[in-house]
């Protein structure tokens, strides 16, 4: 069974400082993790994946599979960081469209304090 | 910029109401999906389709069936509506190499 653990429900920080939302998973095979956001009465949008290794809107996250962790980070939260973010997996490809489905853990909800 | 449209915003049934909840992608994608969205336990998938006519159940299947007569359409069917159904709920899209792109989600209210 996948699961995607995200420790925190809530998480406060100041502008300016540096923000890190923890994100575990239990996956048999290889997978593919993801970070979703949602903003205040917006849609949910991808934010990044693992396996193009960009970085978005100042955001990185690594893919460690010794900790089977995909924290996400930022060296200096804006006040617009503030949302619901999400950690998600989905197994590589493969056949079946089962591969293709998305656990979501729980969410963060990030706040950031001017 | 694929879109994922969702029939409605909000809508109010009564309990024992049969509900349809219907999304419309329009980028020729193959997989669809709905969640349900609640406060403290994230997303969970109801059901999933990867192809016109097939479905597959997700985590929490118990009291919605879905229908995908269409490539672009996807329907959740809540057969008999009950209040513990009060939620969010979301479709999304995808294609084989593409992530998912989300509906802005229907909010349903059972009374």
């Known amino acids: 069974a996948q699961r995607v653990t995200q420790p925190e429900k809530l998480l406060s920080v100041f502008k300016g400082a540096p923000v890190e939302l923890k994100c575990n998973y239990s996956?048999?095979?290889?997978?593919?993790l993801f970070w979703y956001v949602q903003y205040s009465r917006q849609r949910l949008q991808l934010l990044l994946r693992h396996i193009s290794r960009e970085s978005i809107k100042g955001f990185t996250a690594d893919l460690n599979k010794g900790e089977t962790s995909f924290h996400l980070k930022k060296p200096f939260a804006q006040e617009e960081d503030s949302a619901m973010y999400y950690c998600?997996?989905?197994?590589?490809?493969?056949?079946?469209?089962?591969?293709?489905?998305?656990?979501f853990g729980k969410g963060t909800l990030l706040t950031v304090n001017p | 910029d694929v879109k994922v449209t969702q029939s409605s915003r909000y809508l109010v049934k009564r309990t024992g109401e049969k509900v349809f909840l219907e999304c419309v992608q329009d980028m020729d994608h193959e997989n669809m999906f709905w969640y349900r969205q609640d406060p403290g336990l994230g997303l969970r998938l109801i059901y999933f389709s990867y192809d016109v006519k097939m479905k597959e159940k997700g985590d929490i299947p118990e009291g919605y069936s879905v229908s995908r007569e269409k490539k672009e359409r996807f329907s959740l069917i809540l057969e008999s509506a009950s209040t513990n159904q009060t939620s969010m709920y979301l479709c999304?899209?995808?294609?084989?190499?593409?992530?998912?792109?989300f509906g802005s989600g229907t909010r349903l209210t059972v009374v």
């Open positions: 999304a899209s995808s294609g084989w190499s593409d992530g998912y792109t």
């Open positions: 996956y048999s095979g290889s997978p593919e």
């Open positions: 998600a997996l989905s197994g590589q490809g493969g056949s079946g469209g089962s591969n293709y489905k998305l656990t």
